[in-house]
């Protein structure tokens, strides 16, 4: 089931969040493309990472079966710089279910909802699971930045522009 989590208001989501980043984010399949330094998260970095994305107007979708949130969308939102999705993961054994895609989606109504016109992404290029959804979902390549990962590996921002739906 999808829903939007405001972690700081309840503890029982602020539970599932941080023990889902904890997992997901530090999955030898994921961690990867989810960081810059190539450094897995502690518990204690992963609760001060979710302490401070209200400050950072970061809010939260999430994917949920049997009470553990298998899918995680963090997206922020600035009147200035725009709507961008920030962290996206989906559970090994949940991905090629649809649930990235209705994640994405759930992500753009709230776009949409409060009048923005696009949305950014930013994939590593090695992400190939993640670059192939976005495209799928009409996300369009603007922007290669090279060498930004500790290992050199580039980045790819993509957009989809929502004014014309």
Known sequence: MIRYIQPLS???DFTKLEDALF???NAESHYHFLTYTLMKLDRPQIRHLIQTH???EIDYVVYEEDNRFVGIVAY???PILGFEVYVMVVA???QHKG???QLLEATKQVAIKEGYKQIDVLVFADNKTMLRLLLKCDYIIINIQHHMRADGM???KLRKYISCE
Do not use: C, P, Q
């Open 23 to 25: 997992e997901h984010l």
């Open 54 to 56: 209200k400050e950072a």
């Open 76 to 78: 922020k939102r600035n």
């Open 154 to 156: 580039d980045i790819i």
């Open 10 to 12: 309840d503890t029982s």
């Open 99 to 101: 649930i990235g895609k």
């Open 92 to 94: 090994k054994h949940f």
